[in-house]
């Protein structure tokens, strides 16, 4: 994704230690702006043995980021760096690479590190990732993050007042025909009053624990955020299918906050946003409401909590707008827009799949402030959505999610180089 901070630093990855094996000795995914790089290196590794004394005897691996542009360098740096064994060059017809630029580093290593290699699906990668590396139970390190307590209690305090409000309104209904007799004909009343009372009496740790979940279930939807954002319904199995492709993410995200807020790179931007309050250039609910009517005089804003988004960005419509926010409170703004547009697409076509799982990986994520932005949104329409009969998701958001579909490309030639080792 556009603006990935690129920083020297490296994170070590606890591993099986068959799987660190594979003599290729490492996995790239080559992004438009960014390559992810998994690697055994020549620190902790010399022609296949471990040298590294870190505690413990399981395999070491690598994860460093890379700019895409600088394909030399990162072939100079794996050279220096990367334990690739003699026989990567011998033992495969082709190792893989994934990723939209991967195209451009099949000459260089063919003719300067004289291996073989060959393009992987990035579908085949994400699957690969998800079941061979995320779904793995030797790999406690990749176990899914816990849930932004923020986002948890924002989702918990707005579902409450959305429901106190709905109950309101519920009660001055007089006429037939309106949205809550439709409502009825569709629920289980007794179940929906269930939930309402569990709602109602709940905390927000036993609410985490019952929206995330430690275990991938199949089939699920992966939501992959990177310079935009796709969707892929994936399956047990290790098929796929595509549930939608949204174009707004990452490189949106980027793109308006160099033009509107003058941030240099996605870090800066994010820092931005940090500092900022989305609420002085968003409409709020609570902006909208009008005092002093009867319950039969309000409009719909009425039902709607005061902490949620009327209108995104609405308050720029206004004539005095630019003397009352700041560049920061337009960063933060914009990091909304972008995470409303993405959760809103995830809620549906989780719905529209039937899935129950829905699991989000890729660069713009491997930030907190975008997870807690995000969730914010996902978990209040998650916790409405058994009120209309729908059933309830589970979220999962996965460490290092830049990196799944080097994780995945890894996975593939380790399986590949095991079939070829056992015949």
């Given at each position: 994704m556009a603006?990935?901070?690129?920083?020297?630093?490296?994170?070590?990855?606890?591993?099986?230690?068959?799987?660190?094996?594979?003599?290729?000795?490492?996995?790239i995914d080559s992004g438009g702006s960014v390559t992810k790089l998994l690697y055994r290196s020549k620190e902790d590794y010399e022609n296949g043995i471990r040298i590294a004394k870190v505690g413990h005897d399981d395999g070491i691996l690598r994860l460093r980021h890379l700019a895409t542009e600088d394909c030399d360098e990162i072939v100079k740096f794996l050279q220096d760096h990367c334990d690739m064994l003699e026989t990567a060059k011998t033992e495969s017809e082709g190792w893989f690479l994934t990723g939209l630029k991967a195209r451009l580093f099949r000459k260089k290593m063919e003719d300067t590190m004289k291996i073989k290699v060959k393009n992987l699906s990035e579908m085949v990668a994400i699957s690969s990732g998800l079941k061979g590396f995320y779904s793995?139970?030797?790999?406690?390190?990749?176990?899914?993050?816990?849930?932004?307590?923020?986002?948890?209690?924002?989702?918990?305090?707005?579902?409450r007042d959305f429901l106190r409000m709905m109950n309101s309104a519920a009660a001055a209904q007089t006429g037939g025909d309106g949205f809550f007799d439709e409502l009825r004909d569709r629920i289980d009343p007794v179940a929906v009053g269930q939930y309402v009372m569990k709602l109602m009496s709940t905390d927000a740790p036993t609410l985490t624990r019952e929206l995330s979940d430690d275990v991938i279930e199949w089939p699920c939807l992966n939501v992959i955020c990177g310079s935009a954002a796709g969707m892929i319904v994936m399956k047990d199995s290790g098929g796929f299918e595509i549930g939608s492709f949204l174009p707004i993410a990452g490189r949106t995200f980027v793109g308006f906050g160099r033009l509107l807020c003058g941030a240099k790179d996605f870090a800066e931007l994010v820092e931005m946003a940090a500092r900022g309050?989305?609420?002085?250039?968003?409409?709020?609910?609570?902006?909208?409401?009008?005092?002093?009517?009867?319950?039969?005089?309000?409009?719909?804003?009425?039902?709607?909590?005061?902490s949620l988004v009327a209108y995104s960005m609405g308050k720029l419509a206004e004539n005095a707008a630019s003397e009352s926010f700041s560049k920061d409170d337009l960063a933060a703004g914009l990091l909304?827009?972008?995470?409303?547009?993405?959760?809103?697409m995830a809620v549906a076509v989780a719905r529209q799949t039937k899935v129950k799982c829905v699991v989000f990986d890729g660069s713009l994520v491997?930030?907190?402030?975008?997870?807690?932005?995000?969730?914010?949104?996902?978990?209040?329409?998650?916790?409405?959505?058994?009120?209309?009969?729908?059933?309830?998701?589970?979220?999962?958001?996965?460490?290092?999610?830049?990196?799944?579909?080097?994780?995945?490309?890894?996975?593939?030639?380790?399986?590949?180089?095991?079939?070829q080792a056992e015949k």
């Open positions: 603006g990935v901070d690129l920083g020297t630093e490296e994170v070590l990855l606890r591993v099986p230690k068959d799987i660190a094996l594979v003599p290729l000795g490492f996995a793995a139970a030797l790999l406690p390190e990749l176990r899914p993050l816990s849930l932004s307590e923020e986002a948890v209690k924002h989702a918990l305090g707005s579902t309050d989305s609420r002085k250039v968003d409409v709020m609910a609570s902006d909208m409401k009008v005092t002093g009517v009867t319950a039969e005089e309000a409009d719909w804003y009425s039902s709607l909590p005061d909304n827009v972008i995470c409303c547009a993405i959760a809103k491997n930030s907190a402030l975008v997870r807690c932005t995000l969730q914010k949104w996902l978990l209040f329409d998650s916790l409405i959505q058994p009120l209309i009969g729908e059933q309830s998701l589970k979220w999962i958001f996965l460490p290092y999610p830049g990196f799944i579909c080097a994780f995945g490309t890894w996975y593939q030639n380790w399986e590949m180089y095991k079939g």
